[in-house]
């Protein structure tokens, strides 16, 4: 049994204040009859709820691009730092949206939130080869050599080895790295295994979709198409 107004956020229907107002003004039903209060226990697995004689359905599934600052860490909760969950709006807090991946606290750029855990998934699995693309400003110039060495896979400082990525030089202390897979601090691990620590880094695409000119520290829902390209289904 569940109460009636978490039934119903979790459903993607409206905020439980909001709810509160739909409920009391009569326009949801549970198994044909007016219901009362929020509070109501309803039986989540057999319960035919309706909000304006629509039949309510699984949850909406939300996908959220966050253009995000410096400073904020990508955690559903700290006890320090401020998170990542702090910047998104209260529309869409009861959908529950989480963080795919993870960004440092010092980068900026592209991070997707979503609700479906499935959708995350496939989004991380390095085999779906989603391309994350990054901007990168760093100490010395990227060569030849280091372009070569990130296509061969990087041997990162601890021995650990990077899957084939792309290094693009963008002039003194400037590059573009697109990697497919997601390692803890991989990008910043990476140059700095070839003598070029970072010193400011920001993520601008994942697969199809790029940051374009959502501003530092706003959200945008996300459309499935956005991230796959038009023809593929989801
Ligand atoms: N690589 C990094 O080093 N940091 C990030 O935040 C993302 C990729």
């Not at 253009?67 to 910047?87: C, F, I, N, W």
């Not at 989480?98 to 592209?110: C, I, S, W």
Request: glycine letters at 8%.
């Amino acid at each position: 049994m569940q109460r009636l107004d978490k039934l119903l956020s979790e459903a993607g229907v409206a905020s439980r204040k909001d709810l509160k107002a739909m409920i009391k003004a009569g326009r949801v039903t549970v198994d044909g009859q007016t219901a009362r209060t929020p509070e109501m226990k309803v039986d989540e697995t057999t319960a035919r709820v309706c909000v304006d004689g629509r039949l309510v359905g699984r949850q909406r599934t939300v996908i959220l691009m966050l253009h995000k600052p410096a400073g904020y860490v990508t955690s559903t909760d700290d006890p320090r730092d401020q998170t990542v969950m702090e910047l998104i709006p209260d529309q869409y807090r009861y959908l529950k949206p989480v963080p795919v991946g993870r960004l440092d606290k010092e980068t900026e750029g592209l991070l997707l939130f979503t609700n479906d855990g499935q959708l995350a998934h496939r989004l991380l699995a390095p085999r779906s080869r989603v391309w994350k693309r990054y901007y990168a400003e760093h100490e010395g110039q990227a060569g030849q050599e280091d372009v070569e060495a990130f296509a061969a896979g990087i041997l990162l400082r601890d021995g650990e080895r990077c899957l084939p990525a792309r290094l693009m030089p963008q002039g003194p202390g400037r590059s573009l790295v697109e990697v497919c897979e997601g390692k803890y601090h991989q990008v910043r691990r990476m140059l700095a295994s070839r003598g070029m620590p970072v010193t400011y880094l920001r993520r601008v695409s994942e697969g199809h979709l790029d940051l374009g000119d959502l501003p530092l520290g706003q959200v945008r829902e996300v459309e499935p198409w956005e991230l796959w390209g038009e023809t593929e289904i989801l």
